[in-house]
């Protein structure tokens, strides 16, 4: 299994980005995707999840609203669009992949068996 991100980026107070993560090595199996970020010095910290198997979306409290994951079944990418980009949002995202649905604990990393690298996110006021 591979997981690749991108789409990271400088962006100003109120600006937009929109991440990518394109999984491979699932075949025609049930996976989910979820986002995680981790700024310096703090813990890794989930952001958004997606189960490409029957859709459904989960967000921490403070990027409701302002982020929506969504996925390309057929590209197999899952997309995060953020909008209205706030300073804490600055951090290193990471996407991860795990077979099935969601796990139960969907915001703790140690559920998630497949990471990507990372990309930069910073915003700046």
């Known amino acids: 299994v591979e997981v690749v991100e991108s789409g990271g980026g400088l962006v100003q107070v109120g600006g937009s980005l929109r991440l990518s993560c394109t999984a491979s090595?699932?075949?025609?199996?049930?996976?989910?995707i979820g986002w995680f970020r981790q700024a310096p010095g703090k813990e890794r910290e989930g952001v958004s999840a997606?189960?490409?198997?029957?859709?459904?979306?989960y967000y921490t409290d403070s990027v409701k609203g302002r982020f929506t994951i969504s996925s390309d079944n057929a590209k197999n990418t899952v997309y995060l669009q953020m909008n209205n980009l706030k300073p804490e949002d600055t951090a290193t995202y990471y996407c991860?992949?795990?077979?099935?649905?969601?796990?139960?604990?969907?915001?703790?990393?140690?559920?998630?068996?497949?990471w990507g690298q990372g990309t930069q996110v910073t915003v700046s006021s």
């Open positions: 997606i189960s490409r198997h029957n859709g459904g979306t």
């Open positions: 991860t992949a795990e077979w099935g649905t969601v796990p139960s604990e969907i915001f703790d990393p140690a559920e998630w068996d497949y």
């Open positions: 090595g699932f075949g025609r199996s049930d996976y989910a």
